[in-house]
């Protein structure tokens, strides 16, 4: 534990950000069509933003729900340069997939009319079901099961239960 205290006193802040920009753009220089990102979300850093990257040329997009933004039907699946949304946000992972650039684009066209739901229909929905074909979101469960719990505390709690 000591050795690590020195070990990070050793390095200044700016170095240490640096290290953290270089491995970044490293990352992003990897990414092909197909990759799943998962992402710190900025407002709730307990939560993940899941995005899939298709590469056309030199310039990387990424699919992904946004609540506040809109594409021509009106539903909230969107297609925009990677660099333009990523700015400033962590990168947790990167999933390989087999998908490529045909199947994105037939499942833009499906889906394109749906609206955002953290609940039904989220980014992590959407990355599920594009590898697997199921409408899951591992994070919905958890923190469902999370607030779940914490309600049936407070009701066992109030009525002296426990």
Request: some cysteine; aromatic content about 10%.
């Amino acid at each position: 534990m000591i050795f690590l205290k020195v070990l990070v006193m050793s390095y200044s802040l700016s170095s240490l950000d640096e290290i953290k920009i270089k491995n970044r753009e490293h990352t992003i220089s990897k990414l092909e069509t197909g990759d799943l990102i998962k992402l710190k979300v900025d407002i709730l850093p307990i939560l993940y933003h899941y995005a899939i990257v298709e590469k056309q040329g030199d310039r990387l997009y990424i699919y992904h729900l946004q609540t506040d933004k809109i594409n021509s039907t009106g539903g909230n699946l969107i297609c925009e340069p990677l660099d333009k949304y990523i700015k400033g946000k962590d990168i947790i992972s990167v999933t390989k997939s087999n998908l490529g650039s045909k199947d994105l684009s037939k499942m833009y066209e499906a889906l394109k009319g749906y609206k955002y739901d953290f609940i039904n229909f989220n980014c992590e929905h959407y990355v599920n079901f594009a590898t697997d074909k199921k409408l899951i979101s591992n994070q919905v469960f958890k923190w469902g099961s999370i607030i779940a719990i914490g309600v049936l505390v407070t009701y066992l709690i109030r009525k002296n239960k426990i």
